[in-house]
Protein backbone atom coordinates (compact mmCIF):
# COMPACT_ATOMS: atom_id res chain seq x y z
CA UNK A 1 0.00 0.00 0.00
CA UNK A 2 1.51 3.26 -0.67
CA UNK A 3 2.61 5.90 1.82
CA UNK A 4 1.22 8.60 -0.14
CA UNK A 5 -2.03 10.30 -0.29
CA UNK A 6 -3.66 12.40 -2.99
CA UNK A 7 -4.94 16.28 -1.72
CA UNK A 8 -5.50 17.93 -5.11
CA UNK A 9 -6.19 16.48 -8.72
CA UNK A 10 -2.32 14.75 -8.76
CA UNK A 11 -0.25 16.58 -6.40
CA UNK A 12 0.82 14.09 -3.60
CA UNK A 13 2.53 14.51 -0.03
CA UNK A 14 3.90 12.31 1.76
CA UNK A 15 2.12 10.42 4.99
CA UNK A 16 5.01 11.31 7.36
CA UNK A 17 5.49 14.97 5.57
CA UNK A 18 4.14 17.79 8.32
CA UNK A 19 1.93 19.98 6.36
CA UNK A 20 2.22 24.03 7.64
CA UNK A 21 -0.75 25.37 9.07
CA UNK A 22 -2.29 27.90 7.60
CA UNK A 23 -1.60 31.74 8.25
CA UNK A 24 -4.02 33.91 10.05
CA UNK A 25 -4.09 35.73 6.90
CA UNK A 26 -5.01 32.69 4.43
CA UNK A 27 -7.69 31.09 3.29
CA UNK A 28 -11.00 32.92 2.85
CA UNK A 29 -11.36 33.79 6.68
CA UNK A 30 -8.18 35.48 5.98
CA UNK A 31 -9.22 37.69 3.16
CA UNK A 32 -11.73 38.93 4.63
CA UNK A 33 -9.76 39.71 7.81
CA UNK A 34 -7.30 41.39 5.35
CA UNK A 35 -9.83 43.15 3.58
CA UNK A 36 -11.56 44.47 6.95
CA UNK A 37 -8.24 46.02 8.50
CA UNK A 38 -7.91 47.22 5.27
CA UNK A 39 -11.22 49.44 5.47
CA UNK A 40 -9.78 50.48 9.30
CA UNK A 41 -7.12 51.99 7.75
CA UNK A 42 -8.50 53.81 5.52
CA UNK A 43 -11.18 54.81 7.57
CA UNK A 44 -8.72 56.14 10.97
CA UNK A 45 -8.01 59.48 9.10
CA UNK A 46 -12.02 60.02 8.97
CA UNK A 47 -12.22 58.67 12.49
CA UNK A 48 -9.35 61.07 13.73
CA UNK A 49 -10.97 63.80 12.42
CA UNK A 50 -14.26 63.36 13.65
CA UNK A 51 -12.76 62.56 17.02
CA UNK A 52 -10.87 65.97 16.80
CA UNK A 53 -13.41 68.17 15.43
CA UNK A 54 -16.73 66.21 16.46
CA UNK A 55 -16.10 64.52 19.88
CA UNK A 56 -13.49 65.93 21.40
CA UNK A 57 -15.24 69.50 21.52
CA UNK A 58 -18.65 67.77 22.87
CA UNK A 59 -17.21 65.79 25.58
CA UNK A 60 -14.61 68.31 26.67
CA UNK A 61 -17.83 71.07 26.90
CA UNK A 62 -19.42 68.41 28.88
CA UNK A 63 -16.49 68.08 30.92
CA UNK A 64 -16.04 72.08 31.49
CA UNK A 65 -19.76 72.02 32.34
CA UNK A 66 -19.37 70.89 35.69
CA UNK A 67 -16.50 73.27 36.75
CA UNK A 68 -16.95 76.92 37.74
CA UNK A 69 -14.56 79.98 37.93
CA UNK A 70 -14.64 83.05 36.40
CA UNK A 71 -11.70 83.41 33.88
CA UNK A 72 -10.93 80.26 33.85
CA UNK A 73 -10.65 77.27 31.91
CA UNK A 74 -9.57 74.95 34.62
CA UNK A 75 -11.96 75.96 37.33
CA UNK A 76 -13.13 74.37 40.93
CA UNK A 77 -15.51 71.09 40.62
CA UNK A 78 -19.36 72.23 40.70
CA UNK A 79 -21.13 68.80 39.69
CA UNK A 80 -24.45 70.08 37.96
CA UNK A 81 -24.14 73.52 39.28
CA UNK A 82 -23.82 75.08 36.48
CA UNK A 83 -27.21 73.34 35.23
CA UNK A 84 -28.91 74.60 38.43
CA UNK A 85 -27.81 77.96 37.91
CA UNK A 86 -29.29 77.76 34.34
CA UNK A 87 -32.87 76.06 34.37
CA UNK A 88 -32.88 75.46 37.95
CA UNK A 89 -33.94 72.28 39.77
CA UNK A 90 -35.31 71.20 36.40
CA UNK A 91 -31.65 70.41 36.05
CA UNK A 92 -31.78 67.08 38.38
CA UNK A 93 -35.16 66.31 36.96
CA UNK A 94 -33.68 66.20 33.20
CA UNK A 95 -30.38 64.32 34.34
CA UNK A 96 -32.94 61.52 35.69
CA UNK A 97 -34.58 61.31 32.60
CA UNK A 98 -31.71 61.37 30.27
CA UNK A 99 -30.18 58.12 32.57
CA UNK A 100 -33.42 56.89 32.37
CA UNK A 101 -33.76 56.85 28.31
CA UNK A 102 -30.02 55.74 28.65
CA UNK A 103 -31.87 52.48 30.46
CA UNK A 104 -34.63 52.33 27.95
CA UNK A 105 -32.64 52.39 24.61
CA UNK A 106 -30.11 49.77 26.45
CA UNK A 107 -33.22 47.31 27.09
CA UNK A 108 -34.45 47.98 23.71
CA UNK A 109 -31.38 47.20 22.21
CA UNK A 110 -30.95 43.97 24.06
CA UNK A 111 -34.51 42.92 23.24
CA UNK A 112 -34.05 43.53 19.66
CA UNK A 113 -31.08 41.39 19.80
CA UNK A 114 -32.89 38.37 21.26
CA UNK A 115 -35.88 38.57 18.99
CA UNK A 116 -33.85 38.89 15.88
CA UNK A 117 -31.50 35.65 17.07
CA UNK A 118 -34.37 33.99 18.26
CA UNK A 119 -36.04 34.40 14.70
CA UNK A 120 -33.13 33.36 12.83
CA UNK A 121 -32.05 30.84 15.18
CA UNK A 122 -28.45 32.49 16.12
CA UNK A 123 -26.52 32.22 19.17
CA UNK A 124 -24.84 35.32 19.72
CA UNK A 125 -24.90 35.91 23.40
CA UNK A 126 -21.12 34.97 23.74
CA UNK A 127 -20.75 38.43 22.06
CA UNK A 128 -21.38 39.74 25.60
CA UNK A 129 -17.52 38.73 26.76
CA UNK A 130 -15.80 40.83 24.37
CA UNK A 131 -18.71 43.92 24.52
CA UNK A 132 -18.27 43.82 28.00
CA UNK A 133 -14.41 43.76 27.93
CA UNK A 134 -14.29 46.18 25.10
CA UNK A 135 -16.62 48.86 27.31
CA UNK A 136 -14.60 48.41 30.32
CA UNK A 137 -11.73 49.56 28.34
CA UNK A 138 -13.09 52.40 26.39
CA UNK A 139 -14.37 53.58 29.90
CA UNK A 140 -10.54 53.29 31.47
CA UNK A 141 -9.97 55.42 28.52
CA UNK A 142 -12.22 58.28 29.54
CA UNK A 143 -10.96 57.85 32.53
CA UNK A 144 -7.19 58.65 31.84
CA UNK A 145 -8.49 60.97 29.00
CA UNK A 146 -10.30 63.57 31.70
CA UNK A 147 -7.55 62.77 34.33
CA UNK A 148 -4.66 63.95 31.52
CA UNK A 149 -6.97 66.34 30.38
CA UNK A 150 -6.86 69.21 33.14
CA UNK A 151 -3.12 68.89 33.46
CA UNK A 152 -2.52 69.61 29.90
CA UNK A 153 -4.45 72.96 30.45
CA UNK A 154 -2.63 73.79 33.33
CA UNK A 155 0.56 73.91 30.70
CA UNK A 156 0.04 77.15 29.90
CA UNK A 157 -0.26 78.84 33.65
CA UNK A 158 3.21 77.05 33.94
CA UNK A 159 5.22 78.33 30.98
CA UNK A 160 3.92 81.64 32.20
CA UNK A 161 5.22 80.94 35.70
CA UNK A 162 8.63 79.65 34.65
CA UNK A 163 8.73 83.19 31.91
CA UNK A 164 8.37 84.79 34.25
CA UNK A 165 10.87 83.24 36.36
CA UNK A 166 13.87 83.78 34.12
CA UNK A 167 13.51 80.80 32.05
CA UNK A 168 16.05 80.44 29.32
CA UNK A 169 14.20 77.64 27.11
CA UNK A 170 11.42 78.47 24.43
CA UNK A 171 7.74 77.84 24.53
CA UNK A 172 7.46 75.00 22.82
CA UNK A 173 10.85 73.20 24.38
CA UNK A 174 8.35 74.08 27.69
CA UNK A 175 5.22 72.84 26.42
CA UNK A 176 7.16 69.38 25.78
CA UNK A 177 8.87 69.18 29.08
CA UNK A 178 5.54 69.51 30.93
CA UNK A 179 3.60 67.59 28.63
CA UNK A 180 6.31 64.93 29.14
CA UNK A 181 6.34 65.23 33.04
CA UNK A 182 2.76 64.85 33.19
CA UNK A 183 2.26 61.77 30.81
CA UNK A 184 4.73 60.37 32.84
CA UNK A 185 3.97 60.41 36.08
CA UNK A 186 3.08 57.15 37.94
CA UNK A 187 -0.77 57.36 38.12
CA UNK A 188 -0.98 58.48 34.00
CA UNK A 189 0.67 55.79 33.32
CA UNK A 190 -0.99 53.19 35.42
CA UNK A 191 -4.44 54.61 33.80
CA UNK A 192 -3.45 54.90 30.36
CA UNK A 193 -1.65 51.52 29.71
CA UNK A 194 -4.63 49.58 32.41
CA UNK A 195 -6.97 51.45 29.27
CA UNK A 196 -5.09 50.50 26.79
CA UNK A 197 -4.02 46.84 27.69
CA UNK A 198 -7.80 46.24 28.36
CA UNK A 199 -8.56 47.62 25.20
CA UNK A 200 -5.92 45.42 23.43
CA UNK A 201 -7.43 41.94 25.29
CA UNK A 202 -11.56 42.85 24.25
CA UNK A 203 -10.00 43.19 20.61
CA UNK A 204 -8.46 39.35 21.17
CA UNK A 205 -11.60 38.65 22.90
CA UNK A 206 -13.84 39.82 20.43
CA UNK A 207 -11.30 37.64 17.92
CA UNK A 208 -11.55 34.98 19.39
CA UNK A 209 -14.95 34.57 20.05
CA UNK A 210 -16.16 35.40 16.59
CA UNK A 211 -13.85 32.04 15.80
CA UNK A 212 -15.55 30.07 18.18
CA UNK A 213 -19.59 30.90 17.41
CA UNK A 214 -20.95 29.42 14.36
CA UNK A 215 -20.41 32.18 11.01
CA UNK A 216 -23.33 34.43 10.50
CA UNK A 217 -23.29 37.57 8.11
CA UNK A 218 -25.36 39.34 11.65
CA UNK A 219 -22.54 38.85 14.10
CA UNK A 220 -21.17 41.89 13.48
CA UNK A 221 -24.54 43.33 13.68
CA UNK A 222 -25.37 41.81 17.04
CA UNK A 223 -21.80 42.83 18.52
CA UNK A 224 -22.27 46.63 17.80
CA UNK A 225 -25.85 45.97 19.25
CA UNK A 226 -24.05 44.39 22.69
CA UNK A 227 -21.61 46.67 22.71
CA UNK A 228 -24.16 49.89 21.89
CA UNK A 229 -26.06 48.76 25.08
CA UNK A 230 -23.22 48.08 27.48
CA UNK A 231 -22.17 51.75 26.82
CA UNK A 232 -25.48 52.88 27.38
CA UNK A 233 -25.93 50.69 30.26
CA UNK A 234 -22.52 52.26 32.16
CA UNK A 235 -23.29 56.18 30.72
CA UNK A 236 -26.98 55.75 32.39
CA UNK A 237 -25.80 54.17 35.83
CA UNK A 238 -22.56 57.18 35.68
CA UNK A 239 -25.47 60.16 35.47
CA UNK A 240 -27.74 58.57 37.89
CA UNK A 241 -25.00 58.17 40.26
CA UNK A 242 -23.36 61.89 39.58
CA UNK A 243 -27.14 63.04 39.96
CA UNK A 244 -28.21 61.31 42.75
CA UNK A 245 -25.43 62.87 44.32
CA UNK A 246 -26.06 66.17 43.41
CA UNK A 247 -29.20 66.14 45.25
CA UNK A 248 -27.60 64.49 48.42
CA UNK A 249 -25.04 67.54 48.16
CA UNK A 250 -27.64 70.07 47.79
CA UNK A 251 -29.84 68.42 50.33
CA UNK A 252 -27.18 68.31 52.75
CA UNK A 253 -25.79 71.98 51.75
CA UNK A 254 -29.40 73.18 52.57
CA UNK A 255 -30.26 71.51 55.53
CA UNK A 256 -27.03 72.88 57.50
CA UNK A 257 -28.64 76.60 55.95
CA UNK A 258 -31.71 76.03 57.36
CA UNK A 259 -33.63 75.77 53.87
CA UNK A 260 -36.52 73.47 52.40
CA UNK A 261 -35.85 71.75 49.13
CA UNK A 262 -38.33 70.14 47.00
CA UNK A 263 -36.17 68.53 44.66
CA UNK A 264 -37.73 64.83 45.09
CA UNK A 265 -41.19 66.21 45.40
CA UNK A 266 -41.04 68.24 41.99
CA UNK A 267 -39.03 65.15 40.45
CA UNK A 268 -41.99 62.41 41.06
CA UNK A 269 -44.60 64.68 40.30
CA UNK A 270 -43.39 65.87 37.22
CA UNK A 271 -42.30 62.35 35.71
CA UNK A 272 -45.88 61.51 36.84
CA UNK A 273 -46.91 63.79 34.58
CA UNK A 274 -45.14 62.97 31.64
CA UNK A 275 -46.11 59.20 32.30
CA UNK A 276 -49.87 60.04 32.13
CA UNK A 277 -49.04 62.08 28.99
CA UNK A 278 -47.78 59.38 27.60
CA UNK A 279 -49.94 56.48 28.26
CA UNK A 280 -53.01 59.41 27.08
CA UNK A 281 -51.19 59.41 23.86
CA UNK A 282 -51.53 55.54 23.54
CA UNK A 283 -54.87 55.49 24.42
CA UNK A 284 -55.52 57.80 22.20
CA UNK A 285 -53.54 56.27 19.14
CA UNK A 286 -55.49 53.05 20.25
CA UNK A 287 -58.75 54.83 19.62
CA UNK A 288 -58.64 55.01 16.40
CA UNK A 289 -58.20 51.03 16.01
CA UNK A 290 -61.64 50.18 17.52
CA UNK A 291 -64.73 48.88 15.70
CA UNK A 292 -66.62 50.06 18.58
CA UNK A 293 -67.87 53.46 18.60
CA UNK A 294 -68.31 52.71 22.85
CA UNK A 295 -64.59 51.24 22.93
CA UNK A 296 -63.48 54.07 21.24
CA UNK A 297 -65.36 56.89 22.95
CA UNK A 298 -63.94 55.29 26.32
CA UNK A 299 -60.84 55.20 25.07
CA UNK A 300 -60.61 59.18 24.14
CA UNK A 301 -62.31 60.19 27.23
CA UNK A 302 -59.84 58.14 29.17
CA UNK A 303 -57.35 60.12 27.30
CA UNK A 304 -58.82 63.12 28.09
CA UNK A 305 -59.34 62.42 31.85
CA UNK A 306 -55.47 61.49 31.99
CA UNK A 307 -53.74 64.31 29.70
CA UNK A 308 -56.18 66.60 32.18
CA UNK A 309 -54.24 64.96 34.83
CA UNK A 310 -51.02 65.31 33.14
CA UNK A 311 -51.54 68.96 32.99
CA UNK A 312 -52.00 69.70 36.48
CA UNK A 313 -49.49 67.40 37.37
CA UNK A 314 -46.41 69.37 34.42
CA UNK A 315 -47.50 72.34 35.89
CA UNK A 316 -44.88 72.24 38.54
CA UNK A 317 -42.40 72.83 36.00
CA UNK A 318 -42.29 76.59 36.05
CA UNK A 319 -41.55 76.20 39.71
CA UNK A 320 -39.09 73.83 39.21
CA UNK A 321 -37.38 76.17 37.03
CA UNK A 322 -37.72 79.77 38.94
CA UNK A 323 -34.36 79.31 40.28
CA UNK A 324 -33.13 79.67 36.39
CA UNK A 325 -30.82 82.24 34.56
CA UNK A 326 -34.09 84.26 33.50
CA UNK A 327 -31.83 86.06 30.67
CA UNK A 328 -31.52 81.80 29.09
CA UNK A 329 -35.10 81.29 29.48
CA UNK A 330 -35.85 84.29 27.36
CA UNK A 331 -33.15 83.59 24.82
CA UNK A 332 -34.94 80.38 24.22
CA UNK A 333 -38.01 81.96 24.20
CA UNK A 334 -36.44 84.22 21.58
CA UNK A 335 -35.32 81.39 19.51
CA UNK A 336 -38.45 79.58 19.61
CA UNK A 337 -40.29 82.70 18.16
CA UNK A 338 -37.13 83.64 15.43
CA UNK A 339 -37.58 79.46 14.25
CA UNK A 340 -41.65 79.44 14.26
CA UNK A 341 -41.60 82.88 12.81
CA UNK A 342 -39.19 82.31 10.08
CA UNK A 343 -39.93 78.73 8.69
CA UNK A 344 -42.51 78.51 8.02
CA UNK A 345 -42.30 81.71 5.56
CA UNK A 346 -39.62 80.37 4.39
CA UNK A 347 -41.10 77.56 3.23
CA UNK A 348 -44.16 79.22 1.44
CA UNK A 349 -41.90 81.53 -0.23
CA UNK A 350 -39.59 79.12 -1.43
CA UNK A 351 -42.14 76.93 -2.91
CA UNK A 352 -44.41 79.35 -4.27
CA UNK A 353 -40.73 80.67 -6.12
CA UNK A 354 -39.88 77.03 -7.10
CA UNK A 355 -42.87 76.42 -8.61
CA UNK A 356 -43.34 79.48 -10.54
CA UNK A 357 -39.46 78.77 -11.78
CA UNK A 358 -40.58 75.32 -12.47
CA UNK A 359 -42.55 76.25 -15.35
CA UNK A 360 -40.86 77.12 -19.16
CA UNK A 361 -40.71 80.46 -18.48
CA UNK A 362 -37.51 82.65 -19.70
CA UNK A 363 -34.81 84.14 -18.13
CA UNK A 364 -35.61 81.45 -15.26
CA UNK A 365 -31.93 80.58 -14.89
CA UNK A 366 -31.55 84.38 -14.31
CA UNK A 367 -34.39 85.07 -11.55
CA UNK A 368 -33.01 81.41 -9.56
CA UNK A 369 -29.03 83.01 -9.71
CA UNK A 370 -30.97 86.02 -8.35
CA UNK A 371 -32.76 84.40 -5.64
CA UNK A 372 -29.63 82.55 -4.32
CA UNK A 373 -27.85 85.43 -4.11
CA UNK A 374 -28.95 86.18 -0.39
CA UNK A 375 -27.99 82.87 0.37
CA UNK A 376 -24.40 83.45 -0.68
CA UNK A 377 -24.17 87.39 0.50
CA UNK A 378 -21.68 87.68 3.47
CA UNK A 379 -24.07 87.97 6.54
CA UNK A 380 -22.20 90.62 8.26
CA UNK A 381 -22.27 92.88 5.28
CA UNK A 382 -25.92 91.95 4.65
CA UNK A 383 -26.91 92.63 8.28
CA UNK A 384 -25.36 95.37 8.14
CA UNK A 385 -27.25 97.27 5.29
CA UNK A 386 -30.37 95.80 7.52
CA UNK A 387 -29.04 97.84 10.25
CA UNK A 388 -29.34 101.03 8.13
CA UNK A 389 -32.57 100.30 6.58
CA UNK A 390 -34.63 99.39 10.17
CA UNK A 391 -32.73 101.80 12.52
CA UNK A 392 -34.67 103.24 15.00
CA UNK A 393 -34.15 106.78 13.87
CA UNK A 394 -37.10 108.74 12.39
CA UNK A 395 -34.89 109.26 9.22
CA UNK A 396 -34.03 106.23 8.38
CA UNK A 397 -35.13 104.10 5.22
CA UNK A 398 -37.98 102.36 6.45
CA UNK A 399 -39.13 104.73 8.40
CA UNK A 400 -39.35 107.57 5.92
CA UNK A 401 -41.53 104.95 4.05
CA UNK A 402 -44.21 104.10 6.45
CA UNK A 403 -44.33 108.21 7.12
CA UNK A 404 -44.62 109.03 3.84
CA UNK A 405 -47.76 106.20 3.83
CA UNK A 406 -49.20 108.16 6.46
CA UNK A 407 -48.16 105.95 9.67
CA UNK A 408 -45.68 106.82 12.85
CA UNK A 409 -42.23 105.65 12.23
CA UNK A 410 -41.13 102.54 14.78
CA UNK A 411 -38.24 101.58 16.84
CA UNK A 412 -37.48 98.58 14.47
CA UNK A 413 -34.57 97.33 15.72
CA UNK A 414 -34.47 99.32 19.03
CA UNK A 415 -38.11 98.47 20.12
CA UNK A 416 -38.32 95.73 23.03
CA UNK A 417 -41.84 95.96 23.17
CA UNK A 418 -43.57 92.34 21.97
CA UNK A 419 -45.55 92.96 18.58
CA UNK A 420 -48.97 91.26 19.83
CA UNK A 421 -48.12 93.72 23.51
CA UNK A 422 -48.13 96.19 20.23
CA UNK A 423 -51.18 95.20 18.65
CA UNK A 424 -53.69 95.29 21.67
CA UNK A 425 -52.48 97.76 23.34
CA UNK A 426 -50.46 98.58 26.52
CA UNK A 427 -53.00 98.85 29.03
CA UNK A 428 -53.81 94.84 28.43
CA UNK A 429 -51.89 92.26 30.25
CA UNK A 430 -50.56 89.34 28.54
CA UNK A 431 -48.70 86.86 29.94
CA UNK A 432 -44.87 87.05 28.53
CA UNK A 433 -44.84 84.13 26.31
CA UNK A 434 -47.95 85.75 24.93
CA UNK A 435 -46.78 89.33 24.09
CA UNK A 436 -45.24 87.98 20.97
CA UNK A 437 -41.74 88.46 19.33
CA UNK A 438 -40.09 91.82 20.14
CA UNK A 439 -40.18 94.01 16.85
CA UNK A 440 -36.32 93.99 17.45
CA UNK A 441 -36.63 90.48 16.94
CA UNK A 442 -39.02 90.49 14.11
CA UNK A 443 -36.82 92.55 11.84
CA UNK A 444 -34.25 89.50 12.12
CA UNK A 445 -36.92 87.43 11.28
CA UNK A 446 -37.68 89.34 8.34
CA UNK A 447 -33.05 88.93 7.55
CA UNK A 448 -33.62 85.33 8.17
CA UNK A 449 -36.19 84.85 5.78
CA UNK A 450 -34.76 86.94 2.84
CA UNK A 451 -31.67 84.79 3.38
CA UNK A 452 -33.06 81.48 3.16
CA UNK A 453 -35.72 82.02 0.97
CA UNK A 454 -33.27 81.83 -2.30
CA UNK A 455 -31.90 77.73 -0.72
CA UNK A 456 -34.55 76.89 -0.41
CA UNK A 457 -35.96 77.51 -3.41
CA UNK A 458 -33.14 75.53 -5.28
CA UNK A 459 -33.64 72.51 -3.19
CA UNK A 460 -37.52 72.94 -4.01
CA UNK A 461 -36.75 72.87 -7.26
CA UNK A 462 -34.62 70.00 -7.39
CA UNK A 463 -37.13 68.41 -5.38
CA UNK A 464 -39.41 69.17 -8.58
CA UNK A 465 -36.91 67.90 -11.10
CA UNK A 466 -37.51 64.62 -9.79
CA UNK A 467 -41.17 64.28 -9.57
CA UNK A 468 -41.57 62.22 -13.16
CA UNK A 469 -44.28 63.87 -15.44
CA UNK A 470 -45.94 61.24 -15.99
CA UNK A 471 -47.72 61.38 -13.14
CA UNK A 472 -49.09 65.14 -14.27
CA UNK A 473 -50.20 63.83 -16.88
CA UNK A 474 -52.21 61.29 -16.24
CA UNK A 475 -53.71 63.37 -13.59
CA UNK A 476 -54.58 65.77 -16.48
CA UNK A 477 -56.20 63.12 -18.62
CA UNK A 478 -58.71 62.03 -15.60
CA UNK A 479 -59.67 65.95 -14.94
CA UNK A 480 -57.55 67.08 -11.92
CA UNK A 481 -57.15 70.44 -11.32
CA UNK A 482 -54.49 72.46 -10.70
CA UNK A 483 -54.67 72.48 -7.24
CA UNK A 484 -55.64 68.51 -6.94
CA UNK A 485 -52.16 68.24 -8.70
CA UNK A 486 -50.37 69.85 -6.39
CA UNK A 487 -51.94 68.19 -3.13
CA UNK A 488 -51.58 64.48 -4.48
CA UNK A 489 -48.60 64.62 -6.33
CA UNK A 490 -46.70 67.20 -6.01
CA UNK A 491 -46.63 67.83 -1.98
CA UNK A 492 -46.50 63.77 -1.16
CA UNK A 493 -43.39 63.54 -3.65
CA UNK A 494 -41.93 66.44 -1.93
CA UNK A 495 -42.21 65.33 1.58
CA UNK A 496 -38.52 63.82 1.68
CA UNK A 497 -37.57 67.97 0.65
CA UNK A 498 -39.71 69.10 2.76
CA UNK A 499 -38.31 66.83 5.76
CA UNK A 500 -34.82 67.83 5.23
CA UNK A 501 -35.50 71.12 4.54
CA UNK A 502 -37.52 71.30 8.25
CA UNK A 503 -34.14 69.40 9.76
CA UNK A 504 -31.84 71.90 8.06
CA UNK A 505 -34.09 75.27 9.05
CA UNK A 506 -34.71 73.87 13.26
CA UNK A 507 -31.26 73.28 13.41
CA UNK A 508 -30.10 76.20 11.51
CA UNK A 509 -32.50 78.70 13.20
CA UNK A 510 -31.43 77.23 17.04
CA UNK A 511 -27.59 77.82 15.85
CA UNK A 512 -28.11 81.12 14.23
CA UNK A 513 -25.78 83.69 16.04
CA UNK A 514 -23.44 86.18 13.07
CA UNK A 515 -26.71 88.07 11.47
CA UNK A 516 -28.33 88.15 15.47
CA UNK A 517 -25.53 89.70 16.57
CA UNK A 518 -25.03 92.17 14.28
CA UNK A 519 -28.22 93.32 14.70
CA UNK A 520 -28.92 93.33 18.48
CA UNK A 521 -29.19 96.30 20.04
CA UNK A 522 -28.51 97.24 23.17
CA UNK A 523 -32.24 99.23 23.30
CA UNK A 524 -33.65 95.87 22.70
CA UNK A 525 -32.90 95.09 26.25
CA UNK A 526 -32.42 91.56 25.23
CA UNK A 527 -35.32 90.50 23.47
CA UNK A 528 -33.50 89.28 20.35
CA UNK A 529 -30.40 87.88 21.79
CA UNK A 530 -31.34 83.94 20.97
CA UNK A 531 -30.09 81.21 22.60
CA UNK A 532 -26.33 81.41 21.10
CA UNK A 533 -25.95 84.88 22.05
CA UNK A 534 -26.93 84.62 25.27
CA UNK A 535 -23.92 81.21 25.37
CA UNK A 536 -21.47 83.65 23.39
CA UNK A 537 -21.70 86.78 26.51
CA UNK A 538 -21.47 84.08 29.09
CA UNK A 539 -18.03 83.06 27.88
CA UNK A 540 -16.85 86.41 26.14
CA UNK A 541 -18.51 89.19 28.57
CA UNK A 542 -18.87 87.63 31.88
CA UNK A 543 -15.50 84.76 31.29
CA UNK A 544 -17.44 82.15 32.27
CA UNK A 545 -16.39 79.50 30.47
CA UNK A 546 -18.04 76.15 32.81
CA UNK A 547 -21.52 77.60 32.58
CA UNK A 548 -21.09 78.24 28.89
CA UNK A 549 -20.64 74.91 28.42
CA UNK A 550 -23.49 74.04 30.13
CA UNK A 551 -25.51 76.62 28.31
CA UNK A 552 -24.39 74.50 25.50
CA UNK A 553 -24.81 71.20 26.49
CA UNK A 554 -28.69 71.86 27.02
CA UNK A 555 -29.20 73.24 23.88
CA UNK A 556 -27.55 70.23 22.19
CA UNK A 557 -30.01 68.61 24.35
CA UNK A 558 -33.26 70.64 23.15
CA UNK A 559 -31.42 70.61 19.82
CA UNK A 560 -31.64 66.52 19.75
CA UNK A 561 -35.14 66.54 21.22
CA UNK A 562 -36.65 68.63 17.96
CA UNK A 563 -34.71 66.19 16.16
CA UNK A 564 -35.99 63.40 17.22
CA UNK A 565 -39.37 64.51 17.34
CA UNK A 566 -39.39 65.48 13.65
CA UNK A 567 -37.84 62.38 12.83
CA UNK A 568 -41.01 60.70 14.62
CA UNK A 569 -43.27 62.36 12.17
CA UNK A 570 -41.40 62.04 9.33
CA UNK A 571 -41.18 58.20 9.40
CA UNK A 572 -45.32 58.19 8.93
CA UNK A 573 -45.43 60.97 6.35
CA UNK A 574 -42.75 61.05 4.24
CA UNK A 575 -43.02 59.48 1.14
CA UNK A 576 -40.30 58.05 -0.86
CA UNK A 577 -41.71 57.05 -4.03
Aim: with cysteine; proline share 4%; hydrophobic share 55%.
Amino acid sequence: MSDTIITSGSDTVPENVTMPKAGLFAGRQGRKLREALLAYVFLLPAFLIIFTFGIFPLAFSVYQSTLKGLNKIVGTYDGIGNYVKAVGDLAYILGFWIAFFCFFWAIRALVLVWREAKERADKPWLLLIPAGIMTSGIVLFVTFFFRFLPEVLLIANAIRTAKQGGAQESTSQLFRQYLYEIFFQTQMQQAFWTSIIVLLVSAVATYLVFRAIPRSPRSSHYFGSLLQAALLLVGGTALLWFVWSSVQLAYTQALENGEELQIWAQTVTISAGFVLLGLSWLLWRSANHRSSNLSMAWRLFAAMVLIAGAWLLIAELPLAAAGGDKDWFQGLLNTFYYSAGSIPFQFAISLMLATFLFQNIRGKTAFRMIYFLPYITPAVGAAAVFRILFSGRVDAPINRIITALGMQPLGWLNEPNGIFQMIVGSNVDLPAWAVGPSLSLVVIIIFGIWTFVGFNTVIFLAGLGAIPSELYEAASIDGGSRWAQFRHITLPLLSPTIYFLTLYAVIGTFKAFTHIFVLRTPAALGTADTASVVIFDAIKRDTRYGYAAALAVLLLIIVLLLTAVNNRIASKRVFYG
